[in-house]
């Protein structure tokens, strides 16, 4: 048998002598030889297929395994049309395709938003509030908060971010609850310094130096 070297495979395949190479060390050349640190290829070895083409161009016989897809659970209703895989410039068709309920409710309020038209956002979501879904409140919350800031309504966009806020910290879709780490208190609830400098420029402002920092 015949070898070349994986120069000359390069050149008669179009790619690189490193692609060769690659293509030879996870055995995809038949009868491909390791010579030290050198390749050679049989001289009549065809080119491999490529692993990055598209499923469409794959052979028949060459089948992989479908993508699975995410677990419907109780998160769903989460803003709806951010998190859906519609094809561009379909995105009103998404929305009423779903079935009627908090999830369409949501994603009809979101594309009002996102289409720049705040106020119909805010009035489709605003009655989501009180839903007894989780993540439709929240949701909710978002939209309507964001919409008030576009109408520059900015107490009602603290407020419901507000909301917001207090419904992450509570479990959704189960869970244990989010839990803020507490915070240190400073040196005059520890009746301690938390320096450890000796300066006595340690502590400052100068009122407001603790007892074991303060100098005559």
Not at 32 to 41: D, L, N, Q, T
Not at 86 to 99: T, V
Not at 132 to 148: P, V
Not at 204 to 211: E, G, L, T
């Amino acid at each position: 048998m015949e070898f070349i070297s994986a120069a000359e495979a390069a050149r008669r395949w179009h790619v690189t002598p490193r692609a060769v190479q690659l293509m030879c060390a996870q055995g995809r050349v038949p009868g491909a030889e390791r010579v030290g640190r050198a390749w050679r290829v049989p001289e009549g070895a065809v080119k491999p297929a490529d692993l990055r083409r598209s499923r469409s161009e794959a052979a028949p016989g060459d089948e992989r395994p479908p993508v699975p897809r995410r677990r419907q659970g109780s998160c769903d209703t989460l803003m709806p049309l951010m998190n859906a895989p519609f094809a561009p410039g379909h995105a009103r068709e998404y929305a009423e395709s779903l079935p009627e309920g908090p999830r369409r409710d949501v994603a009809l309020a979101e594309l009002a938003y996102f289409t720049g038209d705040a106020a119909r956002a805010a009035a489709l979501a605003r009655p989501l509030l009180a839903s007894e879904d989780a993540g439709a409140r929240l949701s909710a919350c978002l939209i309507c908060a964001y919409a008030s800031l576009a109408l520059d309504r900015i107490n009602d966009a603290r407020a419901t971010l507000a909301r917001a806020r207090a419904g992450i910290e509570k479990p959704i879709g189960g869970g244990s609850p989010l839990r803020r780490p507490p915070r240190r208190p400073s040196w005059r609830a520890r009746r301690a310094c938390s320096c450890t400098s000796p300066s006595p420029r340690a502590c400052r402002p100068r009122a407001r130096r603790c007892p074991s920092c303060r100098r005559a």
